[in-house]
């Protein structure tokens, strides 16, 4: 399997993060190649276990998969959430030292190659469900202030169309930019409601004037639609 994903999280991984990390957590994203995905998805539940014997960070590493995703349809990304770039590196260098976390790395590389990885800081952050579907959005931002007060109106017009639910994230890319600052996530328990989300969002008359607004401050770059696959 061949992908070279926009920072596709896919993001995006677990309701427990809102609780377990901080306000604004960062996000490690890893793309995977890999003709195994099975096979992988099994290694990454050992892993998981062995992660957390040893830095004690509950099922880290979540695997998502591309959907209505352009060039990251069918690909496949492992995120992992943290409170912060150093404690991601410090949970990182423990596992560098431990003989049965590099054991473990040495049955992945048997499967698997690793493509692009990117850093992101979340700036608003909802959560997201254990086992969902995100609809995301990378998008160019020239005034942060400014979108995040857009995303209070865009969420505004979710809970007034059925859409309470919707969890809405706006992560900026700290580190790994290719082609977008930030991106939009925006998660629900399962791809029925992302795709009843896609249908309202395509309604000009509901979000024209919000389209109309944001565009003074943000050019999207892609977008898709992904889903969560951990085991």
Not at 26 to 40: F, L
Not at 56 to 84: E, I, P, Y
């Amino acid at each position: 399997m061949k992908t070279q994903p926009r920072y596709a999280f896919a993001v995006i991984a677990l309701l427990a993060f809102t609780t377990l990390h901080a306000a604004n957590p960062v996000m490690v994203v890893q793309a995977i190649q890999t003709e195994k995905t099975d096979e992988y998805l099994a290694l990454l539940a050992k892993a998981n276990l062995q992660i957390e014997s040893v830095t004690g960070l509950k099922q880290l590493r979540h695997a998502w998969t591309g959907d209505f995703a352009g060039q990251d349809a069918h690909g496949l990304v492992v995120v992992s959430m943290f409170d912060s770039t150093a404690a991601a590196v410090a949970a990182q260098d423990k596992l560098m030292k431990d003989a049965g976390s590099a054991a473990l790395m040495k049955e992945f590389a048997k499967i698997r190659k690793r493509g692009p990885q990117y850093l992101m800081k979340a700036q608003r952050w909802e959560g997201l469900y254990d086992g969902g579907a995100v609809f995301n959005t990378n998008v160019n931002v020239t005034d942060e202030a400014a979108y995040l007060k857009a995303l209070d109106g865009l969420k505004a017009i979710f809970d007034a169309n059925g859409f309470k639910d919707a969890k809405l994230n706006l992560l900026r890319v700290a580190a790994g930019r290719e082609d977008a600052t930030h991106i939009v996530v925006i998660c629900f328990p399962n791809q029925m409601r992302v795709a009843e989300l896609i249908d309202l969002i395509s309604d000009t008359a509901v979000m024209k004037d919000w389209n109309a607004a944001a565009a003074k401050i943000r050019t999207v770059v892609h977008n898709g639609t992904y889903h969560e696959i951990t085991k």
